[in-house]
């Protein structure tokens, strides 16, 4: 039975006003605001519900709308086609779609187009009124939720490479033979979910046209690799690895470097590691409390003054003397059981020592058995209270983080060998220009001990006396 008697319907913009009402309340909404232009606010409302919306108002602008605004809707038609009709995700037209909703409806107002039938209205309102199933889906269980960083980057391109190179210290790397993405981070199911989400999200804001975002999509591939993140990631454990990282991150560097958006900031990210091992799923929802921002630190050691410095701003501090650091924050257990994360990458990342370090398994030792007292707190332990062992800790990640950056910074024994080849072979005439002299210089001396040589080894020694000189002389 037809519910949209309950509401007057008198014009083409009635329906509108209505159906962005009853989407703003289900889904929520996006304001954009830009300096010197008004701000612009639309509902996030997912693919399936774009489909039911565009229902409601295709027919009328094939038979009714002018050739400008036909056109501008098969724009619309041909983003939204590409997008799987029953998907609850957010729709990547987003913005574009309810601009040309309202145009629509100006125009149809305008020509005195016939209204549309009841019963379209009401599957509309009844879809956007259908709960969305992702969030729950998603949410992670307190315990094994850890808060990291929130990252703010000037452009699109800047952040995929921040991502990248984020992803590539918390879960390592792998080589792909590809000049484009030569190393890519070994990602897991739940990353990979979490970043076409945020991305996703920002082709919904960037898009001002369909015919934007459509290109967009085209030229990376970007439609076809997030289809197959929902088909393989989304139902998959977790922390398992995704299985195409390599064309995921490849796609995503082509969308956000090459079709970036110049005139839109991306919004900042906030990414929430779960705890390693930990699978429960679809637990209550968590307050996270407040985020952390960190700029890009040059150094490791850099990183780790950063944190302490953010944690002591965030959760206070206390004073400690007679060890080997002056102040320590007061973290919680799932603070530490970020950065215990955070740092236990990065030292995998470097390798625990360079070969001429003989100072490093103190260090080392000492990290290991600060991460493994993080370890054995239980589970079910209340994530927002302070850590018993902080000092211990803290004095662990700043040594730790001193090993990392030297171990990075320290030349390994292969690129010693590269180094020691190339002045080998950069020295290789001068070399040979002395041993020759020297040849000949004893074979004259003691012509007897040397006749075995023979006449061509003489001659062999005199041409490479000769071959540098001329080659001098032609500089």
Same mark, same amino acid.
């Given at each position: 039975?037809? $519910?949209?008697?309950?509401?007057?319907?008198?014009?083409?913009?009635?329906?509108y006003q209505m159906l962005f009402?009853?989407?703003?309340?289900?889904?929520?909404?996006? /304001?954009?605001?830009?300096?010197? #232009?008004?701000?612009?606010?639309?509902?996030?409302?997912?693919?399936?519900?774009?489909?039911?919306?565009?229902?409601?108002?295709?027919?009328?602008?094939?038979?009714?709308?002018?050739?400008?605004?036909?056109?501008?809707? &098969?724009?619309?038609?041909?983003?939204?086609? @590409?997008?799987?009709? @029953?998907?609850?995700?957010?729709?990547?037209?987003?913005? #574009?779609?309810?601009?040309?909703?309202?145009?629509?409806?100006?125009?149809?107002?305008?020509?005195?187009?016939?209204?549309?039938?009841?019963?379209?209205?009401?599957?509309?309102?009844?879809?956007?009124?259908?709960?969305?199933?992702?969030?729950?889906?998603?949410?992670?269980?307190?315990?094994?939720?850890?808060?990291?960083?929130?990252?703010?980057?000037? #452009?699109?391109?800047?952040?995929?490479?921040?991502?990248?190179?984020?992803? %590539?210290?918390?879960?390592?790397?792998?080589?792909?033979?590809?000049?484009?993405?030569?190393?890519?981070?070994?990602? %897991?199911?739940?990353?990979?979910?979490?970043?076409?989400?945020?991305?996703?999200?920002?082709?919904?804001?960037?898009?001002?046209?369909?015919?934007?975002t459509h290109y967009r999509l085209?030229?990376? %591939?970007?439609?076809?690799?997030?289809?197959?993140?929902?088909?393989?990631?989304?139902?998959?454990?977790?922390?398992?690895?995704y299985a195409y990282n390599a064309?995921?991150?490849?796609?995503?560097?082509?969308?956000?470097?090459?079709? $970036?958006? %110049?005139?839109?900031?991306? /919004?900042?990210?906030?990414?929430?590691?779960?705890?390693?091992?930990?699978?429960?799923?679809?637990?209550?929802?968590?307050?996270? @409390?407040?985020?952390?921002?960190?700029?890009?630190?040059?150094?490791?050691?850099?990183?780790?003054?950063?944190?302490?410095?953010?944690?002591?701003?965030?959760?206070?501090?206390?004073?400690?003397?007679? =060890?080997?650091?002056?102040?320590?924050?007061?973290?919680?257990?799932?603070?530490? =059981?970020?950065?215990?994360?955070?740092?236990?990458? @990065?030292?995998?990342?470097?390798?625990?020592?360079?070969?001429?370090?003989?100072?490093?398994?103190?260090?080392?030792?000492?990290?290991?058995?600060?991460?493994?007292?993080?370890?054995?707190?239980?589970?079910?332990?209340?994530?927002?209270?302070?850590?018993?062992?902080?000092?211990?800790?803290?004095?662990?990640?700043?040594?730790?983080? &001193?090993?990392?950056?030297?171990?990075?910074? /320290?030349?390994? =024994?292969?690129?010693?060998?590269?180094?020691?080849?190339?002045?080998?072979?950069?020295?290789?005439?001068? /070399?040979?220009?002395?041993?020759?002299? $020297?040849?000949?210089?004893?074979?004259?001396?003691?012509?007897?001990?040397?006749?075995?040589?023979?006449?061509?080894?003489?001659?062999?020694?005199?041409?490479?006396? =000769?071959?540098?000189?001329?080659?001098?002389?032609?500089?």
């Amino acid at each position: 039975m037809s $519910d949209s008697h309950s509401f007057s319907v008198q014009s083409w913009s009635d329906v509108y006003q209505m159906l962005f009402a009853k989407a703003e309340a289900s889904r929520g909404t996006v /304001t954009l605001t830009a300096s010197g #232009s008004p701000s612009v606010t639309f509902p996030n409302t997912t693919c399936r519900d774009a489909f039911a919306l565009a229902s409601v108002f295709d027919l009328a602008v094939d038979n009714h709308a002018s050739g400008p605004l036909v056109a501008r809707w &098969i724009w619309e038609a041909e983003l939204l086609v @590409g997008e799987p009709e @029953g998907s609850t995700e957010t729709y990547v037209g987003n913005r #574009s779609f309810w601009e040309t909703l309202a145009a629509v409806a100006i125009e149809l107002d305008r020509v005195r187009a016939p209204l549309p039938a009841l019963p379209l209205i009401d599957d509309a309102r009844r879809e956007l009124e259908t709960a969305r199933p992702v969030a729950a889906q998603r949410t992670r269980n307190a315990a094994g939720t850890m808060l990291v960083t929130v990252l703010s980057e000037p #452009s699109w391109k800047a952040m995929a490479l921040r991502q990248l190179a984020f992803f %590539c210290v918390l879960r390592g790397e792998t080589e792909e033979d590809s000049p484009f993405v030569p190393a890519v981070p070994a990602t %897991c199911n739940a990353d990979v979910l979490a970043l076409a989400d945020y991305w996703t999200d920002q082709l919904a804001r960037a898009g001002q046209h369909a015919s934007d975002t459509h290109y967009r999509l085209v030229y990376s %591939c970007w439609r076809e690799v997030l289809h197959r993140v929902m088909r393989y990631a989304k139902h998959a454990p977790a922390h398992d690895t995704y299985a195409y990282n390599a064309e995921f991150w490849s796609a995503l560097l082509l969308l956000t470097t090459q079709s $970036d958006a %110049c005139d839109t900031a991306p /919004t900042p990210w906030a990414f929430h590691v779960p705890a390693p091992g930990h699978h429960r799923r679809n637990a209550a929802a968590v307050d996270t @409390g407040a985020t952390l921002e960190f700029p890009a630190a040059k150094t490791w050691d850099e990183a780790a003054q950063m944190q302490r410095d953010a944690f002591s701003k965030l959760r206070g501090e206390d004073t400690i003397t007679g =060890r080997l650091i002056g102040r320590v924050p007061r973290t919680t257990v799932a603070d530490v =059981r970020q950065l215990a994360a955070y740092w236990s990458a @990065g030292l995998a990342k470097v390798d625990e020592h360079s070969f001429a370090d003989v100072s490093y398994r103190h260090v080392v030792e000492r990290w290991k058995a600060a991460v493994a007292d993080v370890d054995h707190v239980p589970l079910n332990a209340d994530p927002t209270s302070v850590y018993a062992h902080n000092i211990d800790f803290w004095e662990a990640l700043i040594t730790i983080a &001193i090993q990392v950056a030297v171990t990075a910074e /320290t030349p390994s =024994r292969w690129q010693l060998v590269k180094e020691a080849t190339k002045q080998a072979f950069a020295d290789l005439p001068r /070399t040979l220009k002395t041993a020759a002299q $020297d040849l000949v210089t004893d074979a004259l001396a003691r012509p007897l001990l040397y006749a075995g040589i023979g006449l061509g080894g003489i001659a062999l020694a005199v041409l490479l006396l =000769r071959r540098p000189a001329h080659g001098e002389s032609k500089s």
